[in-house]
């Protein structure tokens, strides 16, 4: 199997997690992995599994995410991302990732998603918290800077371990739906 983890990390959380994956992948498949700023698509030649990388930037990833992921086709396609406040429940975690995941081919199989809380600029802590008392204060900026902080040591051994785990599970899930293809090939 090959295999390609490429990410988007501005400021560094995704790239941990991204290499937490590609550390996770079984040695004897063929790896890379890739700054989505240095990738080419002329080196996109028979990857089966990519592993796609982003930081959430105002409720989706960047367009040069979106843009690649609509050009990956004939593979399986799993998502990974990093977001300054992690919504309360799996589905609202679910439906961040399912906005990204619209971009992906219909050629493609989507193999699901992993998300986890990453560490903010303290700018963005300090912008919000300036609002405090004034006529923008809409009553919720407690609340995001609680978000803040408890982002901050955000991604942590335990978001790392759970991405290697997800990259373990992914891989394992390409594998079954492969056996299945050949198995639906033979029968026809
Ligand atoms: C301009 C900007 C917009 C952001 N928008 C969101 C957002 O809508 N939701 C969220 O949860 N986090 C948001 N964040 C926080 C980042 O997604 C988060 O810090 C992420 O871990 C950054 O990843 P990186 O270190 O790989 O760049 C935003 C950050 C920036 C700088």
Redesign the pocket.
Known sequence: MRIKVVYD???????KVADAIYSALPISAERDILDIHDYRSEEDDGWDLYFVGF?????SASVEVLQRLSQLHHCGIALFG????LPVDASGAISLAETVSVWIPEDSRYLGSFLCR????IS?RNCCAAKRGTPEDDGRIDQFLRAFDE?MLHPDAADLAAAGEFARNTVKKLQTFAQEDEQDHIAS
Not at 55 to 59: A, H, K, L, T
């Open positions: 990390s501005k400021t560094g959380n995704t790239k930081w959430i930037r105002r409720s990093t977001c300054g406040i990453g560490r903010m600029d963005v982002a």
